[in-house]
């Protein structure tokens, strides 16, 4: 796996490369960002125009563009405070990064969720 996950905490690195193992990803750079509330409630009324603070933000960049070189993916924004399970925050936002969405698929992303985080040694 080529995959470039400097700008990733590294006790989070697991779980980046089991979701992006898990989606087929490779050859690629994200950003994983801790932030607090302030900074959360921020991005998410900003970009989704949602007044409240929320536990996980994805920006994705790029959509598998032909350039040379690894691609990129984009950023995880993620608040601890918020959070139920950091973890499966990160995967959460990882997923959206490789192109799923809860809110227009079937279930898909929210299954390969839970297999990701059975993977990672999580109950479901």
């Known amino acids: 796996m080529n995959v470039e996950l400097e700008d990733v905490p590294a006790d989070l690195v697991p779980a980046v490369v089991a979701t992006l193992t898990a989606t087929g ?3 690629c750079h994200l ?11 921020e991005l998410n009324r ?29 950023d995880v ?3 601890e405070a918020e959070c139920e399970d950091l973890v499966e925050a990160v995967v959460h936002g990882v997923l959206h ?10 279930g898909e992303m929210l299954e390969l969720q839970d297999r990701i985080m059975v993977e ?3 109950s479901r």
């Open 25 to 27: 990803t490779d050859d």
């Open 31 to 41: 950003a994983v960002e801790l932030v607090d509330r302030d900074r959360i409630h």
């Open 46 to 74: 900003e970009h989704r125009n949602r007044d409240s603070a929320t536990d996980v933000l994805s920006f994705p960049v790029d959509f598998g563009s032909d350039s040379p070189g690894p691609r990129e993916l984009g």
């Open 77 to 79: 924004f993620v608040c």
């Open 97 to 106: 990064l490789c192109g799923y969405d809860h809110e227009t698929d079937d």
């Open 120 to 122: 990672l040694g999580g």
